[in-house]
C-alpha cells in the first residue's frame, strides 16, 4: 500500500461566516482534485474557528480573580488566563510558563488549545465549539458535490506529556472512526493481539501536519489519498471524537 499526502495551495485566509465547505470544494477545484472515495481531508482547527466566529479579541477580556492568580503562577497574561478559564473544564497545572487544562471538550492539552497563530493580531481562536459536527457539515457538502463517501478530520497542534515537540492530533471526526482495534487479531508468529488500539486520526492528522508546518507555510487543507480506511469507515454521523479520549479512572498521569 502506498499513500499520497497533497497540500491545497492557494486556500483563502478565512473570515466569519465564510462558507467553509464551498471554499473548501473550490479549493480543490482550483488545485484540479476531484475527491474520490475514501479520500481523507484534514482541515487545521483554525480555519473553522475563525469561519465560525469563534474567536475572541483579548482587550475586550476582564480578567477574574482566579485568572489574575494564575497569572502571577505562569507568567502568562491574564486576560489570556481568562479566556482560557474560559475554555476549561478544569485546571490540571499551573507553572511557570505552562497552563494544563482539560478542555470544555474533554481535551487534555495546554491552554486548552486556544490559538494565538494564523489570525489577527490582537485576537485568539479557541477550538471550534463541537469540531465534530463541524467536520459533517464539510463532509455532508463534499460527498453530494463529488458523490463520494470522504472523511474528514479537523486537526490542532498539540504537546505530549512525554516527548519534547508538538504533532498533529484529531479533534473533530466524520466518516471514520478514530482508532483502529486489531484486539482479537493476531500478530505475525500467530499470537492475538490484546491490547492494540491503533490512534488512526491522529497519526493521520500528524501526517498532514508535516505539509501544513507551525508557522507561515500557508497550508491549512490536505488531502490523504490511498490509505485502507475500510477498518474505521462509517457514515457520516456514526463517530465522534470522544471515543478515543481517556476516562478518568483509567488515566494514571491525571
Known sequence: MSIEIIGIKNFPLIKENDNLPEIIYESLLNNDIQLLDSDILVLAETVVSKAEGNYVKIEDVIPSEKAQEMSLKSGKDAKQCQIILDNSRDILRCQEGLIITESNHGFVCANSGIDNSNCEEGFVTPLPVNPDESARKIKRYLDEKFNVESKIIISDTQGRAWRVGAIGVAVGISGLHPATDFRGTHD???????????????????????????????????????????????????????????????????
Open 188 to 254: 505475525l508468529y500467530g499470537q492475538e493481539l490484546m491490547s492494540t488500539i491503533e490512534g488512526t486520526a491522529d497519526e493521520l492528522a500528524s501526517a498532514a501536519s508535516l505539509l501544513m508546518g507551525q508557522s507561515d507555510s500557508g497550508i491549512c487543507l490536505v488531502l490523504i489519498r490511498g490509505y485502507d480506511s475500510s477498518l474505521t469507515s462509517c457514515g457520516l454521523d456514526e463517530a465522534n471524537i470522544g471515543e478515543i479520549l481517556r476516562e478518568k479512572d483509567h488515566d494514571a498521569f491525571r
